[in-house]
């Protein structure tokens, strides 16, 4: 094993770790699409949105440091996805944006819009973030219609190395059925759902209200079944399916039956950190249930669920797998090998990725500084 595929597949690592906690941190957008079913007076949505505003940032910034690390390591995929499908990353982004545009202005007097809209801009925030990001997140697995052409860099007026085939420009993971939408929907779904499970288990953490943790165990259960029902169908599919793999030496690509179950074999620690997750997560939430006095499930449920996504990302790359399928052709599929940055740009990024402990452990330093007091229900 070089030196340049190490540096590649740590970088695949850190960007799968970054997915990872993103996911986790979209308990944010779980809990902005529970707002309207758990807060029933204004004091209680209130208690809710105070909470979850201390948090939001955190989110909004993984995110930001998730496609930054994308884009400096595997410059290709970004171009090619972020340049291609663009019209489910603008959705995205603009969700976003209205969510930070809601948390500045909900809480001043007189606003132009009113509390009432910028509540509404927070639901719709959580409605759909986590469906298209899921959604966005499962063409890993089942492709996306494009072309890569890495000549035409010498082509002075068309410089365009990535092509899109679809004209629906990115929507097409979610209305293309012909070509995995349906199961691209199913990780939506179940993305939506996990970050709803983990808003009740933080809320149950976080607001000292006995009705708005009554109502989280509720919708805690509610919330699991709906994640479970899309979430196992997907994964199951995702074990037995084709995959592609690329043969180091000549970069041809070819397509592999039963590849995902072959990578969590090949690298059983993918396979270990996947069913201690799955324990993790189920854990958390069943103690939650039936424990009303437990309060501290959001950590079991959040470290597992970190744990799962890594190790679904992680075999999405690794063990030469084209963690970015090509449905239009096979060859243009993306590699970490066939898309990374130079060995140098990785050498030196690597030396400064030794800053993200520190910064990991400042997220864990403000996450408990913000949370010495829990949230009460002001009247």
């Known amino acids: 094993m070089t030196s340049y595929y190490i540096l590649q597949s740590y970088w695949w690592f850190i960007v799968s770790l970054l997915g990872a906690l993103l996911v986790f941190m979209l308990f944010v957008q779980g809990g902005q699409s529970l707002i309207y079913s758990l807060g029933k007076t204004e004091p209680q949505l209130n208690a809710l949105l105070r909470s979850l505003g201390k948090k939001w940032e955190l989110t909004f910034t993984t995110l930001v440091t998730f496609g930054g690390a994308f884009f400096a ?13 663009y019209w489910v990353w603008m959705l995205i982004l603009f969700t976003f944006i209205v969510q930070a545009v809601s948390y500045e202005y909900i809480a001043h007097q007189n606003n132009l819009l009113g509390r009432g809209t910028y509540r509404a801009f927070l639901f719709v925030n959580g409605l759909l973030a986590p469906i298209l990001l899921g959604a966005a997140v499962s063409t890993l697995f089942h492709g996306a219609q494009f072309i890569v052409n890495k000549e035409n860099l010498t082509d002075a007026i068309m410089p365009v190395v990535s092509t899109w085939q679809n004209p629906l420009h990115g929507l097409e993971a979610a209305l293309d059925f012909s070509n995995g939408a349906l199961w691209n929907l199913a990780l939506g779904l179940a993305v939506f759902f996990l970050a709803r499970v983990l808003a009740c288990l933080y809320f149950i953490n976080n607001i000292d209200d006995t009705e708005i943790r009554a109502g989280s165990r509720k919708h805690l259960l509610i919330s699991t079944v709906g994640f479970l029902v899309f979430f196992l169908p997907w994964l199951i599919k995702l074990v037995v399916m084709s995959g592609h793999a690329i043969d180091p030496a000549t970069l041809k690509i ?17 396979l270990l950190l996947l069913l201690v997750g799955v324990v993790l997560v189920l854990f958390g939430i069943i103690k939650s249930l039936l424990k009303p006095e437990f309060f501290k499930g959001i950590w079991f449920a959040g470290i597992g669920a970190v744990l799962v996504v890594l190790s679904i990302l992680l075999v999405a790359g ?17 590699t970490i090998i066939t898309s990374s940055s130079s060995q140098f740009t990785l050498t030196a990024m690597t030396i400064v990725s030794i800053i993200i402990p520190f910064v990991l452990a400042y997220i864990v330093h403000a996450w408990w500084t913000l949370d010495r007091e829990k949230t009460k229900t002001k009247a």
Do not use: C, R, V
């Open 73 to 85: 390591s595997f410059p290709l995929f970004y171009s090619t996805s972020f340049g291609g499908a």
């Open 254 to 270: 070819t397509e592999e039956s039963f590849k995902y179950l072959h990578n969590l074999i090949a690298l059983p620690w993918t």
């Open 318 to 334: 690794l063990n030469h797998t084209a963690y970015y399928p090509s449905l239009s052709d096979m060859q243009s599929s993306l």
